[in-house]
């Protein structure tokens, strides 16, 4: 077969149907220790600072909730000579 516009000759597509909740042989599922561990952080609204639970709880318009990765801490720098 032959692309029309390039006249390059080109193998016909193959359609496979693959049901979603099927694994493929070299997918494994998620397990909850592959996940990033992530922490549920407030801030204002209108300038950005974190805040805390219950100013959050009790300002509902002018917070916002978010849920945030957490980064393990990076090792200590050596000193150098």
Partial sequence: MRDCRTG???RPALHVYVPQNQLFPLEKPMSSKDKEPKKTVRRDSE???FVTKRYAETHPRTTET?????RSPSPPKKPSR
Avoid at 66 to 70: A, C, I, K, L, M
């Fill in 66 to 70: 978010e849920r945030v990765r957490v």
């Fill in 47 to 49: 300038d950005g600072q």
């Fill in 8 to 10: 390059i000759a080109t």
